[in-house]
């Protein structure tokens, strides 16, 4: 059973930034894709970023210019970068590997973007 760990979530103030840790319990080279999604109270899980095991990314508009995926070498860790938050970045983020028809969610690490 793959296991997927997300750690570094938190309270930030709007504009700050935070860095999200994804840890597999196997390589995530072994995955076709690995992302980032979240929800937020009230409304549908959405995607924010993934990456193919090619190193091809998407990005939600949201997302755009202000997050960043990205991977470690080793192949069992992945990131979210994020910055200029604001209130509507407040979600708990879940981290994503997708092989095939097959999907698996960690727990998720709650975000919250207040003064």
């Known amino acids: 059973q793959v296991q997927l760990v997300e750690s570094g979530g938190g309270l930030v103030q709007p504009g700050g930034s935070l860095t999200l840790s994804c840890a597999a319990s196997e390589n995530i080279f072994n995955f076709n894709y690995m992302g980032w999604y979240r929800q937020s109270p009230g409304k549908e899980r959405e995607l924010v970023a993934r990456?193919?095991?090619?190193?091809?990314?998407d990005y939600a508009g949201f997302a755009e210019g202000r997050f960043t995926i990205s991977r470690d070498g080793a192949g069992n860790m992945v990131y979210l970068q994020m910055g200029s938050l604001n209130d509507e970045d407040t979600a708990v983020y879940y981290c994503?590997?997708?092989?095939?028809?097959?999907?698996?969610w960690g727990q998720g690490t709650r975000v919250t973007v207040s003064s």
């Open positions: 990456m193919s095991v090619g190193g091809t990314t």
């Open positions: 994503n590997a997708r092989i095939l028809s097959s999907s698996y």
